[in-house]
């Protein structure tokens, strides 16, 4: 494997760093449009990461907990430059994205008051409902597929999320178990996780009291960072029900616009706790919850990875994460039915939601971002024609 910090054929750092500030920059369109990015110009165009190595770490950021795309940007840095390598090009891949969000936190907190500005994030947050019910749908096709169990762990996920309003971490640990129980047909699996699932149910992802100071909110985004599974609007749940249901930080419009500013920005969905940190704690907020939430994933490719080609196909480390996906998936579906039933809430919003789904679910030659601002557009003008 090369670990080499030489300049090769195959790139230099500098060159492999500079990538990364470039995709995270220009890099629209979600964690799985960025991953394809990454295979098309540093397998098929560039050479420099190998097809073999390229597959690895879809597969590795698929099974443990991170936002796909950059932890896949960090597992290749590692492959290419060990440690220092995984550093840099995660930095640099994030940092685009977090001085954006940064910059419209800022703007929002000003200004987010007038009028004008309410009328857009209007048609927004129904853009957003309607983009997180097409991507839950997308997520169960493509997770769960005919797993009969999956699909009952996901359905009990979901009802239970949408019933309580809130992320249950205990049932996640509880759906991991029965899955590496019944895959695997293995009861002593029990015990091998039930230990690490004791201590999220006595803490729970909120963490212990007192979220108004920066520990606290860093503990916070430390433990929703480590439930993101493939997709980073696992995350989504999570942070509703810490920041809406119980600390009372965020209104729930307040949540949706922070979603929709992660969604048209580039770089990962879940630098949406960059926004949520600065309207919380200002700037040192904002960056106290983005280190936290990508510390996991950055941490498990540094210690996990090494080890990754030994249990790569080991069952019980297979039907353990299938578990906690199919929960987690669940969760954000429940989610999108409280935020649906909470932003949708005349005939202008449901037709903003209806509308956006459509067009989401006939064509895939608008992106996502492009769909965000048109909303905001439609809503603004529907808001001042009927005020």
Known sequence: METTLAASSKGTLRQFVFYFLRLGTFGF?????LAARMQKDLVEELGWISQEDYTEGLAFSQLSPGPLAAQLAMYLGWVRFANLGATLTGTFFILPSFLMVLGIAALYLHYGSLSSIQSIFYGVGSAVVAILVRSAYKLTRTTLKTDSLLWVLFTVS?????????????LFVLCAIVSMIV???????????LPAGLVWLTTGIH?????????GLFTFFLKAGAFVFGSGLAIVPFLYGGLV??????TERQFLDAVAVAMITPGPVV?????????????VGAVLAALAVFAP???????????????????????????VTAAAIGAITGAVFILASRTLVDRNSIL???ASLGILSLTKKIPEPVLILLAGLVGFVLLRATH
């Open 271 to 283: 630098i949406t706790a960059g926004f949520i940190g600065y309207l919380v704690a200002g700037p």
């Open 297 to 323: 994933p950055y941490f498990i490719v540094l210690i996990a990875a090494p080890l990754y080609r030994r249990f790569t196909k080991n069952l019980y480390v297979n039907a353990f994460v299938k578990g």
């Open 207 to 215: 963490g212990p009291a007192g979220l108004n100071t920066g520990l």
């Open 352 to 354: 903003i939601a209806g």
């Open 158 to 170: 979901a009802v239970a999320t949408a019933w309580t309003k809130s992320e249950i971490i205990w």
């Open 183 to 193: 895959k695997t047909r293995l009861r002593s699996a029990i015990t091998a996780v």
């Open 29 to 33: 369109g979600g964690p799985i449009a």
């Open 245 to 250: 249901v119980q600390s009372h930080w965020l």
